[in-house]
């Protein structure tokens, strides 16, 4: 794939995400409540875990990421929607929303019941991991999906089903920084390796 259309791949996840601008809501708190029971199952995993977590990681990085229902775990804005739109699927989605409070405080969240909002650098603490199902399909939602791919891979790791909405919140609706990334895109002309 040459720059070109990678750019071009991006700039339409953008665009569309500006022309569709599906609603988002604008009351962000820090955290939601967590339960004591979920804390309580959480805990440093004891050494002879990690050779599993090892297992599990080249597992993931092994797996061809084509075959996968979501390719490359990453799930397209309009996906999402149409499922939080059908009263039969509404629940079976969880939106985990890793942006900081001040940037989902401007831009908004996507505005749904299943729904967390925890910084990506506090996310592995218990207390924040406990609010996560291990039930439902987990939209990992960044600014442009750069982290969200990061946090998503981490998650599949510890046995969650987590997908990256790919683009983040440029490919859900308009937001101050899209235009900055599609003016970016227009005029990047980097070299590439052959």
């Known amino acids: 794939m040459d720059g070109g259309t990678w750019n071009q791949l991006i700039s339409n996840d953008v665009q569309n995400g500006i022309n569709k601008r599906y609603p988002v809501g604008f009351e962000v708190s820090s955290h939601n409540p967590v339960s004591p029971e ?22 993931l990085l092994h797996e061809d990421v084509y075959e996968e229902e979501y390719p490359f775990n990453y799930i397209f804005a309009d996906e999402p929607y149409r499922q939080l739109s059908d009263p039969a699927l509404r629940d079976s989605i969880f939106i985990l929303d890793i942006r900081s409070l001040d940037i989902a405080g401007r831009d908004g ?42 946090v998503t891979l981490i998650l599949r ?20 920084d899209n235009h900055k990334t599609l003016e970016t895109m227009r005029h990047a002309d980097y070299p590439l390796m052959k």
């Open 38 to 59: 979920a804390v309580k199952q959480l805990a440093t995993p004891p050494e002879k875990d990690f050779a599993l977590l090892d297992e599990t990681a080249q597992r």
């Open 109 to 150: 969240h996507i505005d749904v019941s299943q729904y967390a909002r925890i910084d990506w650098s506090e996310l592995g603490q218990s207390q924040n991991l406990g609010q996560l199902p291990k039930d439902k399909l987990i939209v990992v939602v960044g600014s442009t999906g750069q982290s969200a791919g990061q």
């Open 157 to 176: 790791m510890l046995g969650y089903n987590a997908v990256t909405l790919r683009s983040g919140m440029t490919a859900w609706t308009e937001t101050p």
